[in-house]
């Protein structure tokens, strides 16, 4: 390991003890980073990457909300702007009740890499809750979201920060938290977040895209390797919004997703999720509130295996997409041992980084990493700041071809980056150093601050 990366994830560890998952993603992205050092000694000469991993800014704030039953609570609100070199803070909001500094620092870091990935003018920036929405009524959750807003709105803003959707916030919260922001500022200011409903300013597409961006790049995966989408199997995890992109394009081009997940278990369903009725179930679980996927099973007779996930599952091609560290190195062997060729991760860091370099140095299987594959929907989330800052609305058939094209860019520049730097066909590598390469550019040009 080069001694400058070495040092800098050192100063990471050590200052970051108490936060895992932000210390993963550093170590998984400056490792990549090596052959880029090596050819710019200017980095250390400015000591650029001490820079890349240390937030701008980031606060917390109290969030103080009323029960139905009249009781008050208290959550803590965090936003981290976590780089703002090439654009605007751009990133999502998590309302899970796990959320702690350390997960919304590494969705913070990814989503720099990710942003500069989709070639559009949006810095990276997180945020979210410690708050729980699961068995919360619709007025607790408008309280929550206006709260929660009322202590955010001074720190964002369409040319500052423009938060969007996460694990836990989704139209309906993304509508409660913009009504409140407008009732403060008294204007509409570009719409602020994105994922707004369609009716005041949100983007057609935007609820399918990072779904349907990952199957757009799978499709280039396919496509090196002299094969089509047509008839493959996809094992998939969760069922949420992300999950339903993908089941509803895959089964527009003839493949079908063969497995859901939750927090109760996986469904098997080998005919794949693939009838409207099904996919449009999945909509509905979710509006539920119940976080099940048995009602799957139930509803369509298939199997339910409890409290288990879907990796032992044989299919073509694997994509976890439901939350972090969902994949570890038991489950890795599981997929190598299944001859799985295509490994493609989806949600945010999916994978650990030992169960990551293991799946990568199998031979013939090809891994693919989310902060590419799922980069779709910040890209279309950019597209609905163009559309509002413009007062333009455009066709569903616009935003696809776009978001089309942006996905075919960050594949085709993860490629050559990774040949550029003799690391041969490297998604991962090639999309850590693409990502890196415009942050750093922006940042030696204005300066060391
Ligand atoms: O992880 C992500 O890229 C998101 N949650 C979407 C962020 C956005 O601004 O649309």
Not at 187 to 210: C, D, H, M, Q, W
Not at 372 to 384: K, M, P, Q, R
Request: a negative charge.
């Amino acid at each position: 390991m080069n001694a400058y990366i070495a040092s800098v994830i050192e100063n990471v560890k050590a200052r970051h003890a108490n936060e895992p998952e932000f210390v993963q993603t550093v170590e998984e992205v400056l490792s990549s980073l090596e052959p880029v050092v090596a050819k710019h000694p200017e980095y250390e000469k400015v000591d650029l990457l001490s820079r890349m991993v240390e937030p701008e800014r980031m606060f917390t704030f109290r969030v103080c909300w009323m029960a139905d039953d009249g009781t008050w609570h208290t959550n803590i609100g965090y936003r981290c702007q976590f780089n703002g070199a090439i654009g605007p803070y751009k990133g999502g909001l998590r309302f899970q009740k796990n959320v702690y500094p350390g997960i919304i620092k590494f969705l913070g870091f990814e989503q720099v890499f990710k942003n500069s990935l989709t070639g559009l003018p949006i810095g990276g920036g997180k945020g979210g809750s410690d708050f729980d929405p699961a068995g919360k009524s619709d007025a607790e959750i408008m309280r929550f979201c206006q709260s929660f807003m009322q202590a955010l709105y001074r720190y964002i803003g369409p040319d500052v920060d423009v938060p969007a959707g996460d694990m836990g916030v989704g139209a309906r919260e993304i509508g409660y938290l913009y009504g409140e922001y407008r009732r403060l500022k008294g204007a509409f200011e570009n719409g602020v977040l994105t994922g707004k409903g369609f009716s005041y300013g949100g983007s057609l597409i935007r609820p399918e895209a990072t779904g349907f961006g990952a199957v757009y790049y799978l499709e280039n995966v396919l496509k090196h390797e002299g094969e089509s989408i047509q008839g493959k199997t996809i094992a998939c995890a969760g069922f949420g919004n992300v999950t339903w992109g993908i089941c509803k394009k895959a089964a527009e081009l003839g493949a079908k997703v063969v497995t859901l997940s939750g927090p109760d278990g996986y469904i098997y369903d080998p005919d794949g999720v693939v009838t409207p009725e099904k996919i449009a179930y999945l909509v509905e679980m979710r509006g539920s509130g119940r976080n099940r996927v048995q009602d799957y099973a139930e509803k369509f007779s298939v199997e339910f295996h409890a409290g288990e996930k879907p990796w032992g599952v044989k299919a073509d091609v694997i994509m976890p997409s439901a939350m972090q560290n969902d994949v570890h190195m038991e489950q890795a062997k599981q997929i190598a041992a299944n001859g799985v060729k295509y490994y493609i991760e989806v949600a945010n860091m999916p994978t650990t980084n030992d169960a990551l370099r293991f799946l990568m140095e199998q031979p013939g299987m090809i891994v693919a990493p989310s902060k590419a594959v799922n980069a779709g929907g910040v890209a279309t989330s950019a597209l609905e700041m163009a559309q509002n800052s413009e007062r333009l609305v455009w066709t569903e058939e616009e935003v696809d071809k776009q978001l089309h094209q942006i996905m075919d860019t960050i594949y085709n520049m993860s490629v050559s980056a990774a040949e550029q730097y003799g690391l041969g066909y490297n998604l991962v590598a090639g999309a850590n150093i693409a990502g890196f390469q415009r942050v750093a550019d922006a940042m030696m040009a204005q300066g060391v601050f």
